[in-house]
């Protein structure tokens, strides 16, 4: 009878079967949580092209750039801010300054539109290092002057 192998590869799958079926179930909602980071930085950018490509047309209405970033995430629900600043080009950051100050390169400073997009991501299982939710945040900056 201890020589007998009939059932040794039911009690394997059995010892198995928890570990492989708990592999794929972090690597899915950690892929969930990158779409949905990237969901959000193409919804601040949609506010921000929003606000670029509609300057020109009268005042820009801090709401209305708001429901552009909002209406850009299908999956997410997203919160926006939007803030217009001038500010000098210095590498790839901009150094927000008054407007009327000339830059340090001689040049007057341009007035960019900085557009903020924070939403929370709950994943399907709650991890103990991450707790039960993440908050998630994008930012996109865009000249407009």
Do not use: H, W
């Amino acid at each position: 009878m201890l020589r007998d192998g009939r059932g040794v590869s039911a009690v394997e799958f059995a010892l198995l079967a928890p570990v492989l079926i708990a592999i794929p179930v972090p690597i899915a909602d950690l892929g969930m949580g990158l779409y949905a980071q990237m969901e959000l930085q193409n919804a601040a950018q949609a506010g921000a092209q929003y606000a670029l490509l509609n300057i020109g047309k009268g005042p820009l209405v801090t709401t209305q750039v708001q429901a552009a970033v909002t209406g850009a995430s299908t999956y997410l629900t997203v919160t926006a801010n939007s803030a217009q600043s001038c500010g000098c080009p210095n590498g790839t950051t901009v150094v927000v300054g008054p407007c009327g100050t000339a830059c340090a390169s001689g040049k007057q400073p341009g007035t960019y539109i900085t557009v903020t997009a924070q939403a929370t991501y709950t994943p399907l299982v709650k991890y103990p290092v991450l707790g039960s939710s993440v908050a998630l945040a994008a930012q996109s900056t865009v000249r407009i002057q």
